[in-house]
């Protein structure tokens, strides 16, 4: 059970807005907690669309979800580095990273857990050794943690910026500049919780929707240009969910392939064209510097 108390700023802010950014979860999940009596207002069950009056008390009463822990899975792996603290993989494009409700099995973590017996425990039994994602249609590098030390000087890392992320992606349109940089903060979409957006927000300043927005700064740097598309590379100065792809999508030249944020019907190509190629990083308990390279996958060479 979690309590909240208003803030004066919060007064006249609707309820589900109010508990969503609170909670961190959809409007569409609150309002189904303040549906079925989860989420309180003064011991009493309120509208969705309450607005927030001084001295209210705000009772959230959220029922756990499910405990699910992920089976080993034989799933071939390309393998491209590893030691007694961390594996470095090629992911296939197509394969989600780690299970959730509705694809429990065939992912990343499924394979590893079959490959290797030891993983960190950081996030928990659903993402062993998960220190940052892929999407499932982008394929390339990702770093695993075999224990929770690796686990934590990996992700020390992604938080000062000093690991290395370079992607490349074949964009819609021709982009005129040469090299150019988006920073652009990113939240999640208000009615689509599948998708993120651009936003004005900032971590201490919500939009109309109770949203927050966090930092994302995209580095471009086009390599060719084509017809009707852009060869170019894409690094990583933070790590958003989704960052490549909502920037491009951004500025008008969306991943060539992205059915998500550019054009679903487009027949130059049957899935998304972006690929983590180039991974740096300082070996988290060695200290020693690390690079990693991999070859672009089949149907981006075949598109070149």
Avoid at 28 to 33: E, F, M, R, S
Avoid at 66 to 94: R, S, T, W
Wanted: glycine residues 6%; proline residues 5%; charged residues 20%.
């Amino acid at each position: 059970m979690l309590t909240l108390k208003a803030a004066e700023q919060d007064f006249g802010t609707r309820l589900d807005i109010f508990a969503a950014a609170k909670l961190d979860l959809s409007r569409t999940n609150v309002q189904n907690h303040i549906t079925n009596g989860n989420i309180l207002v003064n011991k009493k069950k309120a509208a969705k669309r309450y607005t927030i009056k001084a001295n209210d008390i705000i009772t959230c009463i959220i029922p756990q979800p499910e405990v699910y822990n992920a089976a080993p899975e034989p799933i071939p792996l390309d393998i491209i580095y590893q030691d007694a603290d961390i594996i470095i993989i090629n992911k296939a494009q197509g394969m989600v990273v780690h299970p959730a409700p509705g694809n429990y099995s065939g992912t990343l973590v499924n394979a590893l857990l079959h490959h290797c017996k030891d993983l960190s425990g950081v996030n928990g039994v659903m993402r062993p050794g998960i220190v940052h994602r892929l999407d499932k249609e982008t394929s390339g590098l990702i770093a695993i943690a075999k224990h929770d030390k690796a686990h934590h000087g990996l992700a020390a890392q992604l938080a000062n910026h000093s690991m290395g992320r370079i992607y490349w992606a074949v964009a819609q349109g021709v982009i005129q500049q040469d090299t150019f940089t988006i920073n652009k903060n990113i939240t999640r979409h208000p009615t689509n919780r599948k998708k993120m957006t651009v936003t004005t927000a900032t971590m201490n300043k919500m939009d109309k929707t109770g949203k927050t927005g966090k930092t994302a700064i995209t580095h471009i740097t086009v390599l060719k240009r084509h017809k009707n598309a852009t060869l170019l590379t894409a690094k990583l100065q933070t790590g958003r969910t989704h960052q490549i792809r909502v920037h491009l999508s951004h500025i008008g030249h969306p991943v060539l392939g992205d059915i998500i944020y550019g054009n679903a019907n487009n027949p130059a190509v049957s899935s998304q064209l972006l690929h983590a190629k180039i991974l740096e990083l300082e070996h988290p308990i060695t200290g020693e510097k690390m690079y990693f390279e991999v070859p672009l996958p089949d149907i981006f060479e075949n598109w070149i």
